[in-house]
């Protein structure tokens, strides 16, 4: 009697032992599924701020060749004025 006794607890706390560690395994599932999502946020995050840096520098470069084109125009039609008079 106590060994059947003993086994039923025994099984008991096998069934508990499956139980629990179903849950822990679920749990670290879900810890590391919501660590890869934070983690492709992140990553999003950083890709929209490249994007966002890339622009500002594309329009810089735009104003800056405008610019110096617009210069170098002005200049190249006081050398021309100082070259040729009539003009």
């Avoid at 800056?64 to 039609?77: H, I, N, P």
């Amino acid at each position: 009697m106590n060994q059947l006794f003993i086994l039923r607890v025994l099984a008991k706390l096998s069934i508990k032992a499956q139980l629990t560690s179903m849950v822990v395994v679920f749990a670290l599932i879900m810890l590391f599924m919501v660590v890869s999502v934070w983690q492709a946020h992140q990553d999003q995050r950083r890709a929209s701020i490249a994007l966002e840096v890339a622009s500002r520098q594309q329009l810089l470069t735009q104003k800056l060749t405008k610019e110096t084109y617009l210069y170098l125009q002005q200049k190249c039609s006081n050398r021309c004025s100082n070259i040729y008079p009539g003009q």
